[in-house]
């Protein structure tokens, strides 16, 4: 199967790539193209210039910068994955990249792209509202940063405009994440995903966060879930009636052949519930 | 419009005059004649057309030629680097991996990359390793076994 035709560009820099979704026609991005050639093969997308980022000097880094990870937009979801960086600050994270796809599409596949497509069955999507992430994008009008609670609009819909360009996702580190995906055994997509952050001082739940990935439109945060948990012990009675809240959250949830709206607003009970049990487990450290 | 493509294939470099949309699995056998990487299902899913591309396993039906422009590929045509057998071809030839031998190129390839991360692989982390290769006969048993006899726990 042949995309059909298009002329190929690659941008030297992030200011190249901008001018050129500016100046071409029809034009779209390529960083993995792991979400995009595919969908070119099936016709699903047919841009009439492709713009390739992946030469992009300096775009793939992945460092610590005081109590964060700063992840550039080109770093892979092997190199997230197999990060002691990420592991060591944010093991949840480390675990949703490793979550994703295959060896073969993590060696391709980029956070940047997986963002911008905003697919809902990604994994990384519910670890960037859960863990607090902020994106920062550069368009025509310059650099802005965007909160994760604020970027997702949508299925595959994000607030990003047509020539904007992500650079970097930035996390706080924190010990107390976790990652866990049901993955549809073919596509290896999540039919759900949950991504818990804890935080725990002197015996009592300070913070908590738990994002749903796969169940909605969007990835969601499991408000109700987690506000529950707050101000008491860790325990896992504490944390069964918290979690049989998190389909509050859900309240539009879709449905395909392998799992209905139902199935998955359950499957997010209990993979929110196993998330949070694994995180608190590293909050106390 | 056209583009020059410059791709270092199994040691050779070479230079191609290739549309955008070509795939980098096309030009591996159509253009360059080497068929031992198979299409399977031309949509990301079997891994069949698994090859590496500086160094890491990839499926190049999901990779524009264009996008390999100046890298190294390495296909199961030079895996071994010269004649015989590598010791991972060499190893599904002894425990019998592979019965009509379609995804045996890919599955050959991404089983060096799972040693090349860590050649102390556990046969769970191999089978796991395994999970963007199909393979339509052998029920994985195998395949499994000759990635296991490769790795170095075999000789623990
Ligand atoms: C077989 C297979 C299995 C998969 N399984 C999973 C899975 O289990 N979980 C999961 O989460 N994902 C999965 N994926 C998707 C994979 O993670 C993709 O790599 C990812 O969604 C897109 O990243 P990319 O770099 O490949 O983006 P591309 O395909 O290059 O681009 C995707 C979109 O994002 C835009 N874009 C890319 N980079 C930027 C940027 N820096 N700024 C602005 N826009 C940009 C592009 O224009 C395009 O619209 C799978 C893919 C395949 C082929
Ligand atoms: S042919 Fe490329 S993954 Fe199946
Ligand atoms: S040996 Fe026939 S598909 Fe694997």
Known sequence: MFPASFDYHSASSVA??????????????????????????????????????ARIPGLDGIERDGDDLVIGALATHAAVADSAAVQGACPGLAEAAA???????????????????????ADYPATMLAFGAEITAVGPGGERTVAAADFFVDLFQTVLDEADVI?????????GTAYLKHPHPASSYAVVGAAARIAVSGGEVTACALGIGGVAGKAVLADAAASALIGGAASDERIAAASARIGEALDEPLGDL?????????LAGVYGKRALQIAATRAAG | MNHSVQITVNGESSQHDVEPRMLLCHLLRDSMGLTGTNIGCDTSQCGSCTVMLDGKAVKSCTVLAVQADGCEVTTIEGLAGGDGLHPMQQAFWDNHGLQCGFCTPGMIITAVEILNRKPDASEGEIRHGLEGNICRCTGYENIVKSVVAAGSRASD
């Open chain 1, 16 to 53: 190249e790539a901008i001018e050129m979704l500016q100046k071409l026609p029809d034009a779209q991005l390529v960083a993995g193209g792991h979400s995009l050639i595919p969908a070119m093969k099936l016709r699903a997308a047919q841009p009439a210039n492709v713009v390739d980022i």
């Open chain 1, 258 to 266: 392998y799992a209905s709206g139902a199935f998955r607003v359950h």
């Open chain 1, 167 to 175: 650079t970097s996702v930035r996390i706080p580190a924190a010990a």
């Open chain 1, 99 to 121: 979550a994703i796809g295959d060896i073969q599409v993590r060696n391709r596949g980029t956070i940047g792209g997986s963002l911008a497509h905003a697919d809902p069955g």
